[in-house]
């Protein structure tokens, strides 16, 4: 491991010597993973808030539309609890 390293500072302390101060990796300056990473990232949130489906009230599921049978267990539920 600590060849690995000192290596590396090799690597390094050469290329700031020859007048390369910019690391590349896979060719491409390092900067870039970050801008891609965000990018990313950032398409995976706009997929996943766009089905969550906040503010979407459809008139089947909304609260006050109920079938006969769930107001049955409702007024069930509320007089065996005593709540009115």
């Not at 590349?24 to 965000?38: D, M, S, V």
Request: net charge negative; aromatic share 14%; no cysteine.
């Amino acid at each position: 491991m600590f060849d690995t390293l000192l290596a590396a500072g090799a690597t390094v302390l050469a290329s700031e010597e020859s007048g390369a101060h910019q690391l590349e990796l896979y060719g491409i300056p390092t900067y870039w993973f970050a801008i891609f990473g965000f990018l990313f990232f950032g398409i995976l949130m706009f997929i996943t808030v766009s089905f969550s489906g906040r503010g979407v009230v459809r008139p089947e599921h909304a609260a006050d539309h109920l079938s006969a049978e769930e107001e049955a267990a409702m007024l069930d539920y509320k007089n065996k609890h005593g709540r009115h």
